[in-house]
């Protein structure tokens, strides 16, 4: 890391400048086109810290992803379970069928880029920021991420100290829970997918499809034979009166968008 760029980004710890500073310092290592950085906590919508998206892309990249697609994101799933802090590729954490699944055919294929990478930073009160850095044109190379897996501790330090009350920031403004159904755990929103038509089993099903996982991966997690997953799979596309995964995932978000009142689970 370039000394003065170091230097810059400590003093900018606590102060607005410090994202911009954070993205500069990375782009001195390895040049991307976009940053952006999200704050998670459990399955809350998730907070854009910081990203400089031109005006025509930040819609699909922040907009429209924390109106429900990013539930169904690798790296928002990878702060959930979670993962070790550190530098991760985005496929690195992707399910085995997740380029065929319909978050990336549908959200993820929008935002036109040919790599995404993210330093996982895990803060106080299970708080997790994700710096993620995008190219459209060519994934990052081997030596590229050794060289941002190099400057890992100063990142992590910085932003540690930069975001260690970020928590807080999740907490309604008003002290009311937050009643979205939005803002549902990842787990009720599966289960009240389907609510009153799909069997526990089929719903557990439709979790994995869209999440990435293909019949094979589903049947080994779920110990049933890959047979009866497609089993499983056909007979929630009749219930739901449906013909495709995109169908699926349609349905899906729209579940997320139905009034709380309407979707307890039963």
């Not at 069928?97 to 299970?126: M, S």
């Not at 995008?134 to 330090?157: H, P, Y």
């Not at 807080?168 to 929103?189: M, Q, Y």
């Amino acid at each position: 890391m370039d000394p003065e760029a170091t230097g810059a980004l400590i003093s900018a710890i606590g102060t607005d400048e410090f994202p911009a500073k954070l993205s500069a310092v990375l782009r001195g290592i390895a040049a991307f086109d976009y940053t952006v950085i999200f704050g998670y906590l459990g399955s809350a919508r998730p907070l854009d810290l910081y990203d400089d998206f031109p005006r025509g892309k930040r819609k699909i990249f922040v907009k429209d992803y924390q109106e429900g697609p990013y539930l169904l994101d690798p790296f928002f799933l990878a702060s959930t379970v979670p993962v070790e802090s550190g530098l991760y590729r985005l496929r690195e954490l992707a399910p085995d069928r997740f380029y065929q699944g319909e978050y990336f055919r549908n959200y993820y294929v929008q935002t036109g880029l040919a790599e995404e990478i993210g330093y996982f930073i895990h803060l106080p009160g299970k708080a997790v920021v994700v710096v993620s850095l995008m190219r459209a044109e060519k994934a990052f190379s081997a030596k590229e991420i050794r060289e941002l897996k190099q400057c890992w501790l100063v990142i992590k330090a910085a932003c540690e100290k930069h975001w260690h009350d970020l928590e807080a920031a999740f907490a309604p403004s008003d002290g009311k829970k937050k009643g979205n159904s939005i803002h549902k755990s990842l787990e009720v929103a599966f289960q009240t997918f389907g609510k009153g038509v799909l069997t526990p089993r089929e719903r557990e099903v439709v979790e994995f499809t869209l999440k990435g996982h293909s019949a094979e991966a589903i049947g080994r997690i779920l110990e049933i034979s890959p047979g009866t997953v497609r089993i499983h799979r056909r007979n929630v596309y009749a219930k739901l009166q449906i013909r495709s995964q995109g169908e699926l995932f349609s349905e899906f978000i729209n579940t997320l968008l139905e009034d709380p009142a309407e979707t307890r689970t039963s």
